[in-house]
């Protein structure tokens, strides 16, 4: 079963900017990893990390508690993702290009505005079962 969210729709959002990311398990995962260990540096890590996904990347969807709900009766969607970043991608942003492994989940809000959550991105930390049935194994831990 495909991504319920396109691909190509994340990618346009995520490279326009149209974007947030989780704090806990996004931003603060992902900035001690950076050679520019900002917000900025943690967005633009993300923009490039989404826009090497592959439709084979692609893990499962949750459906998950709406955050933004306080009696958390409104549910939504996420899109699970298990990638290995090029060489190029890690040696660019990251301060150790081994740390090729990383977990992504992401939804689309219809909005007004429509924009992109990210409410994971950070290292693999166990096997994940991806859409071409091979199964990818992380390289690196936090």
Known sequence: MPALHPLTEVKALAKAGAFEMAIGSALNRII???QNGTVGGARTFAVAVIEQ???TDYSETKILDDRT???RKRKVAH???GTKISTELARAHLDD???????????IRRGPPRDLY???LHC???PIRREDRTTLIPCWKE
């Open 32 to 34: 001690p990893h950076l």
């Open 53 to 55: 996904l592959a439709a």
């Open 69 to 71: 709900d306080p009696k």
């Open 79 to 81: 899109d699970e993702y």
């Open 97 to 107: 290009a081994t740390k090729r492994t990383w977990y992504v989940k992401l939804t």
């Open 118 to 120: 990210v409410l994971s």
């Open 124 to 126: 693999l930390e166990r």
